[in-house]
């Protein structure tokens, strides 16, 4: 079983939709969990960064973290074509590790 | 404020050939890490470095090497080029490790044929 489990996609929507994106994890001693942004022949950009159990809200996207089912989540409210790109979940365990755990990444298409 | 630049954008390598990986952040991050990204199969860590002179080998060392003489600059080695080092190279960098975010750079794309 892989540490980190994401579905590939793609992910079609039309223009305005909500969408959610999903992680699930096995290892519960992650603290740290991250959503990345990657556009096509880009590198990976920062989108959320949350602590623990909760959620946190960012403009359109909202990052909610579930602990006890071991899930992830990233909304996307009101998507925009420009949302179209691959999204990627990371984790770490606790700061002064130097190992994340990436998903494999989910492929969004935001249809105009 | 330039980020993460990594050099060159895109290369071909015949089996065998050797070649760097340029990769330099100017944001003063202690941290620095070398990933490969394979389709369908995330993001892999090589190597990481805590600070200057301070590397260490991640998941995925075989066929690579790294150096940190300063905080700027990490580049990766490859030593005889194998067609298994076809892939994506991505530099990033971090504040600090662990519970922090990581920046990354546009990406190598390289190819051994």
């Known amino acids: 079983q892989k540490e980190v489990e994401q579905d590939p996609g793609p992910l079609s929507v039309p223009e305005g939709a909500i969408v959610s994106l999903n992680c699930t994890y096995s290892?519960?001693?992650?603290?740290?969990f991250m959503w990345y942004r990657q556009y096509s022949r880009k590198g990976p950009e920062l989108l959320m960064y949350t602590y623990s159990s909760g959620n946190k809200e960012d403009g359109r996207f909202t990052a909610q973290v579930d602990k006890s089912s071991k899930y992830i989540s990233l909304f996307i409210r009101d998507s925009q074509p420009s949302d179209s790109a691959t999204y990627l979940c990371?984790?770490?365990?606790?700061?002064?590790?130097?190992?994340?755990?990436f998903g494999t990444g989910t492929r969004l298409k935001v249809l105009a | 404020n330039a980020g993460v630049t990594q050099t060159p954008k895109f290369r071909i390598l015949k089996i065998g050939q050797s070649m760097t990986l340029q990769c330099a952040q100017d944001m003063n991050h202690n941290y620095m890490y070398w990933y490969r990204q394979d389709p369908g199969m995330g993001l892999k860590l090589i190597y990481y470095?805590?600070?200057?002179?301070?590397?260490d080998k991640g998941e995925v060392p075989n066929g690579y090497n790294v150096s940190r003489s300063t905080t700027e600059d990490f580049p990766l080695r490859l030593e005889l080029a194998a067609p298994s080092q076809t892939s994506v190279y991505f530099c990033?960098?971090?504040?600090?490790?662990?519970?922090?975010?990581?920046?990354f750079g546009p990406g190598t794309r390289l190819t051994v044929t």
């Open positions: 290892n519960s001693a992650f603290q740290y």
């Open positions: 470095s805590v600070g200057a002179g301070i590397t």
């Open positions: 990033a960098s971090s504040p600090m490790t662990g519970g922090y975010e990581q920046y």
């Open positions: 990371a984790m770490s365990v606790s700061s002064g590790t130097y190992k994340y755990i």
